[in-house]
Nanobody
Framework: VQLQASGGGLVQAGGSLRLSCAASGRTRSIYTVGWFRQAPGKEREFVAAVRWLGGTTSYADSVKGRFAISRDLAKNTVYLQMNSLNPEDTAVYYC???????????????WGQGTQVTVSS
């Protein structure tokens, strides 16, 4: 499975961005697609995940009510709509796919390249 993340950029606090993660290859092996982020000097953390077929979603407490994850099976693409962004959301965002569920990064076998999100105050 190959993953291509896109959509990052620079936005002012309170603004919005939409990240995309396009999957290719053996997509039938995907059970969950998730977004993780890593800020400078911090560990990578879970942001959101969606079950590839069922569509069930999960979110980190820090983004609940502001971020929304969705998927378009016809396009093999997962989206992360990020609203009400604040400087604490600044990080490199990674999409990942795994054959099991959960929010632990160790459960995701496939990773895309990161996309930088910078929120200015």
């Amino acid at each position: 499975v190959q993953l291509q993340a896109s959509g990052g950029g620079l936005v002012q606090a309170g603004g919005s961005l939409r990240l995309s993660c396009a999957a290719s290859g053996r997509t039938r092996s995907i059970y969950t697609v998730g977004w993780f982020r890593q800020a400078p000097g911090k560990e990578r953390e879970f942001v959101a995940a969606v079950r590839w077929l069922g569509g069930t979603t999960s979110y980190a407490d820090s983004v609940k009510g502001r971020f929304a994850i969705s998927r378009d099976l016809a396009k093999n693409t997962v989206y992360l709509q990020m609203n009400s962004l604040n400087p604490e959301d600044t990080a490199v965002y990674y999409c990942a796919a795994g054959s099991s569920g959960g929010t632990d990064s160790r459960g995701f076998e496939y990773w895309g390249q990161g996309t930088q999100v910078t929120v200015s105050s």
